[in-house]
């Protein structure tokens, strides 16, 4: 094929419309089994703020933070701004930094179901070490193998769902991660709330839990096969071709494949797709890659899910109602994920990601007023206006949950040709990482300095990244994989970016 056809980094000619195929038990089966990696992600996460509000896991390890807590205060805000408390939460993140950037070496080389069981292997071992352990350097060493299986399952999984799924439910199944993350997110809430009640080792089963997610996943990425991509990418044809027309249910599946195999040709003449991706031709998909997962983590979810006891028992909440708010946050989370499967391939991306932006913006600023102007440094906060902040707050959460929290993944991991895909998946999970860790490392300092200010600082992030979907990404609803690219030479901003195709070269 000449190579002018190429030099565009895309398949050689638009073919959507010769797609055919029908969504198969194999595939159901399959995404459902490899979006358990998700819960790992959503398992950590609500683990994480429930235990670090336990007097147990406090005196075992953090002794100046509980003393901290137990005392009269000055300002209700800091009860629980310690740095070293904060690391406890945030070094898995810096570790999976690192491990997604390894990781995407192993996911193009040697598939993605091998990074999966990684993934799964990794998160296994920090498991068992942070439910073990006796001293400090075990625990962190625990939450580092934790980040490691973090990396690795974040950096896999949603490229699995994308590849996987047919055209027209890709955005559906592809959230099959972000249910993961949230039911793993409500489940250990609710661990939380029932091990607190067990003197003085329920932290640790609280820990060792994680081991269940872990073990799913491993298990499930032994048995699973590996995508069509994957095979086709790594020479194997064939096999390719035959696990394609498996998972569509026909054997006319040559339009697909053929762009798979023109993809597929293109990414083997790429020797260094980290490189390659900052090269001009790529600047849509980079940007993307940045900016998306940045904005995800400064809607503030963060914050409210890691936090989320501590958080309220800053407001004055009493440590079981402290768990019981952060329990139904998560449940609320996790109900809303299923609105943007049900919306988001009929609706489509750019609709659901502004209007649950606008919805979150409100909400944070009503909670910023009530903190405002009803809660203070000493003043606790009434049942009444605790009451219309857990609404309000959930109310936020129900945004996330079907704009940001699954699309923060699913737009990222469809827009990348196949030749830098591996390496644009891992920007995205590294930079998710990487301001995890710094809000998670903050959070506490900064809920301590600006108060109630600290929703008016997340609310004015959400109005910014609302703006930027508004008018710098294309909707990507119906258009398959391997044909994204086209998207970006169509728009309106940046078809004056993109070099022309006889400018680019290989």
């Not at 625990?139 to 027209?168: C, D």
């Not at 798979?260 to 600047?283: D, G, L, T």
């Not at 258009?479 to 070099?499: D, Q, S, Y």
Request: aromatic content about 12%.
């Amino acid at each position: 094929m000449a190579g002018g056809s190429f030099a565009t980094g895309v398949v050689n000619k638009e073919r959507a419309e010769q797609y055919n195929g029908r969504v198969t038990a194999y595939v159901i089966i399959a995404c459902i089994v490899a979006a358990t990696g998700g819960s790992l992600f959503g398992y950590d996460v609500g683990i994480s703020g429930g235990v670090t509000s336990m007097d147990d896991f406090l005196l075992e390890f953090f002794p100046s933070v509980y003393t901290h807590k137990m005392h009269a205060h000055e300002n209700n805000y800091c009860k629980f701004d310690s740095q070293k408390l904060a690391t406890f939460t945030s070094s898995l993140y810096i570790a999976g930094l690192v491990a997604s950037l390894l990781a995407s070496i192993v996911t193009r080389k040697y598939g993605r179901r091998i990074s999966i069981i990684v993934g799964g292997v990794s998160f296994l071992v920090g498991s068992a070490l942070n439910a073990g352990a006796v001293n400090l350097v075990m625990l962190f060493i625990g939450r580092i193998m934790l980040g490691v299986g973090i990396g690795f399952g974040n950096q896999a999984v949603p490229l699995y769902l994308s590849e996987m799924a047919p055209t027209h439910l890709r955005g559906g199944l592809n959230m099959m991660f972000q249910v993961a993350t949230t039911f793993g997110i409500f489940t250990a809430n609710m661990i939380n709330f029932g091990t607190q009640k067990i003197k003085p080792w329920g932290w640790r089963l609280s820990l060792g839990l994680a081991a269940i997610p872990a073990i799913l996943m491993t298990v499930g990425g032994i048995f699973l096969p590996d995508t069509p991509n994957s095979l086709v990418q790594r020479g194997l044809k064939e096999e390719g071709k035959k696990l394609l027309e498996k998972i569509r249910g026909t054997n006319d599946v040559d339009a697909e494949f053929q762009d798979m195999v023109e993809a597929s040709e293109f990414a083997s003449s790429i020797k260094h797709p980290f490189r390659n991706i900052f090269e001009k031709r790529y600047r849509p998909e980079l940007i993307m890659a940045i900016f998306m997962p940045f904005f995800q983590i400064l809607t503030g979810i963060n914050s409210i899910l890691f936090y989320a006891p501590v958080l309220f028992q800053s407001m004055g909440f009493g440590g079981d109602a402290s768990l019981y708010a952060s329990a139904l946050t998560g449940g609320v989370l996790a109900f809303s994920t299923f609105i943007s499967i049900a919306t988001v391939d009929r609706l489509g991306r750019r609709p659901l990601l502004i209007s649950g932006g606008i919805q979150m913006v409100i909400c944070q600023v009503i909670v910023a007023i009530i903190l405002g102007t009803k809660f203070g440094p000493t003043q606790e906060l009434s049942k009444k206006f605790s009451a219309v902040v857990v609404a309000v707050i959930c109310l936020f959460v129900v945004a996330f949950g079907w704009s940001w929290g699954p699309l923060g993944w699913t737009v990222p991991s469809e827009i990348f040709p196949l030749e830098i895909r591996s390496a644009g998946q891992s920007i995205t999970v590294a930079v998710n990482l990487l301001f995890t860790f710094i809000i998670a490392q903050v959070f506490l300092s900064l809920l301590c300095s600006l108060k109630f200010g600290i929703f008016l600082f997340f609310a004015a992030w959400v109005t910014f990244m609302t703006i930027f979907v508004h008018l710098l990404l294309p909707e990507t609803k119906g258009v398959p994989i391997e044909e994204i690219a086209f998207l970006w030479r169509k728009h309106w901003f940046w078809k004056k970016i993109l070099p022309e195709i006889s400018d680019t070269t290989v």
